[in-house]
């Protein structure tokens, strides 16, 4: 059974910085393209930033480009998002989600659709 588990979530000021994780389980980690989504409330999900396994080439949404950084730890099936000069529209339920890719080296997908597997969300929450 595959499990995404984030943490890491919290309350903080505009300018301040959280670091999330995802843990994966159940899968064979080293295969999957690893992605980064958020939801504000009354708004559609949408891609943050992704990371593929193979050369952990990196993706990232406009709005956080140059603030947020995607990274990966095989042995430890994580995936991490480092998140510095958070702003309040940053706020919302960020969830973890992992894109089969088997052997291939292809490029990491911002659609939700291209993602298999899903975390729970972790609430991240900015205040002005």
């Known amino acids: 059974q595959v499990q995404l588990v984030e943490s890491g979530g919290g309350l903080v000021q505009a300018g301040g910085s959280l670091r999330l994780s995802c843990t994966a389980s159940?899968?064979?980690?080293?295969?999957?393209?690893m992605g980064w989504f958020r939801q504000a409330p009354g708004k559609e999900r949408e891609f943050v930033a992704a990371i593929t396994w193979r050369d952990s080439s990196t993706y990232y949404a406009d709005s956080v480009r140059g603030r947020f950084t995607i990274s990966r730890d095989n042995a430890k099936s994580t995936v991490y998002l480092q998140m510095n000069s958070l702003k309040s529209e940053d706020t919302g339920v960020y969830y973890c989600a992992a894109d089969y890719a088997g052997s291939t080296g292809r490029p990491a997908s911002s659609s939700a659709n291209s993602y298999n597997h899903w975390g729970q969300g972790t609430q991240v929450t900015v205040s002005s």
């Open positions: 159940g899968l064979t980690f080293s295969r999957y393209i």
